[in-house]
């Protein structure tokens, strides 16, 4: 099929990549053209593993291209697919304006039938909203008898695993008012699950458009359950790492998402959670669990870094003499991703206190100086950036930092605490090893 991919982001591309890989002819069109002057040169603008090798072996085989030229893609293909940030809006809303733009550009260039998907989260009804922008421009051109369809196909790979996520998908979301269309999409996709037998399930466009949001914030909630119980276990001396395995055994439960943490991050999780509560509200409806999720997920960003923070006030330290290290950056491991990144909340926390910050990431350094500019020290390594400082902050679960050198941190710290905001390091151990160690919900309040 021939395919048209608007917008070449974490989504857009690897989308467009995967397509391409089963076959498809692809064009991934985006209006960055420094982006898409990187990837016409085989550099890939993101880090995502197994991306790369995708990407050039079907541009080599002709079946990927890319262009900041919409019409090329519009023209060319029967197929195209919006794949465009929805960020959140002041109001707590998804920001639309993106997505309906492309809808109007596909409007005042589209010459034939076309399928428009809305891949891109987007709230309940903008389907019927690009229909409306479409239909707006074609007429505009007396081109009111032009057909197109319009398709919910909401994404739900993860980054780090994006490969592996779209290539074989647990199941495939699709929205569409139209048998035929319906068909064509089980076609499209059938080369994805044909050997896991899952579902591509096919339903109707509104259901579709929130079965995304559902999902994400059910995600959510699991999360900032664990998070609220972890403060509790801080509390009472419990350990939510055995709770946790208390519970997940249970197969109505599962073990996963069920990790507590700094806080969920991303640029999904967050506003895909206030969009929701946002549609609601605006039907008079207040979505208490999801409001609940959010409020547990901002103070479970500031109980990490207040952690830390208590600690050096309890030890009646000049906290501007505090120099702190932070091991990662970004919002989960194996992402150059830092959007809402649990990291930035700790680390502007800990610099309003007047803490020198200290930082090093494996992948999302580049996006982080772009963040945080000078304010803090960029380190080489996971080493280098112990140096002098009076306390680690683990904010990121990259694999490199489970298994240290312990007698190595010590040589370079200042002093040798440790406060794991993910608990990957066995807290038995490593105060065996002379560490002042605190977890999240491991039984240390402070
Ligand atoms: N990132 C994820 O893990 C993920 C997962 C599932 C769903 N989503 C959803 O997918 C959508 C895209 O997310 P993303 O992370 O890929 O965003 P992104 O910011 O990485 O990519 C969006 C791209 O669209 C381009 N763009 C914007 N307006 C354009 C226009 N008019 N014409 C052409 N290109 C345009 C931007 O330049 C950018 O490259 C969002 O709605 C997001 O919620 C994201």
């Known amino acids: 099929m021939k395919i048209c991919m608007i ?84 109001d707590g809303s998804a920001d639309l304006k993106y997505v309906l733009q492309v809808a109007r550009q596909i409007g005042t260039l589209m010459e034939s039938y076309k399928i428009i998907v809305d891949k891109s989260t987007v709230p309940v009804g903008t389907a019927e909203k690009v229909r409306e922008a479409v239909k707006d421009e074609l007429s505009k051109r007396n081109l009111d008898n032009l057909e197109f369809d319009v398709v919910s196909n909401p994404e739900f790979l993860k980054e780090g695993n994006a490969i592996q996520d779209f290539m074989r998908p647990e199941r495939v979301i699709v929205g569409t008012d139209n048998v035929r269309t319906g068909a064509l999409f089980k076609e499209l996709y059938d080369p994805f699950v044909t050997t896991t037998n899952n579902p591509v399930l096919i339903m109707d466009i509104k259901s579709a458009e929130l079965t995304k949001y559902a999902s994400n914030a059910f995600l959510a909630t699991k999360v900032s359950f664990m998070n609220e119980l972890s403060i509790l276990c801080d509390k009472v001396g419990a350990d939510i790492s055995q709770v946790r395995e208390g519970m997940g055994t249970d197969s109505r439960i599962g073990p996963r998402f069920l990790l507590a943490g700094p806080g969920y991050g991303g640029s999904c999780f967050p506003k895909d959670v206030v969009a929701l509560i946002h549609t609601a509200g605006s039907l008079g409806q207040s979505l208490e669990i999801c409001k609940a999720t959010h409020r547990a997920n901002e103070k479970q960003k500031a109980y990490f870094a207040e952690k830390i923070i208590n600690y050096y006030v309890e030890q009646k330290a000049d906290l501007s003499k505090v120099v702190i290290a932070i091991w990662g950056l970004t919002f989960k491991p194996k992402t150059d991703d830092i959007r809402e990144a649990p990291a930035l909340d700790v680390i502007a926390r800990l610099l309003e206190k007047g803490i020198q910050v200290r930082v090093f990431d494996p992948i999302g350094m580049d996006n982080a100086r772009a963040e945080l500019g000078d304010s803090v020290f960029y380190a080489k390594d996971n080493y280098e950036v112990l140096e002098g400082a009076h306390g680690l902050a683990v904010v990121t679960e990259w694999n490199l930092f489970k298994s240290p050198d312990f007698e190595r941190m010590k040589e370079l710290m200042s002093k040798p605490v440790v406060f794991d905001g993910r608990n990957i390091l066995n807290a038995t151990d490593i105060k065996s090893k002379g560490f002042t160690y605190f977890g999240i919900g491991r039984g240390n309040d402070c």
């Not at 690897?14 to 391409?20: D, K, L, N, P």
């Not at 030229?69 to 293909?77: D, I, P, Q, S, T």
């Open 7 to 90: 917008g070449t982001g974490y989504v857009g591309l690897v989308t467009g990549a995967c397509f391409s890989e089963m076959g498809n002819d692809v064009i991934c069109i985006d209006e960055n053209t420094e982006k898409i002057e990187m990837l016409k040169k085989g550099i890939v603008p993101i880090y995502e593993p197994g991306l790369k090798e995708i990407i050039e072996r079907n541009v080599q085989g002709g079946r990927l291209n890319f262009t900041t030229n919409l019409a090329e893609g519009v023209v060319k293909c029967q197929i195209c697919f919006i794949a465009v940030g929805t960020p959140q809006d002041k």
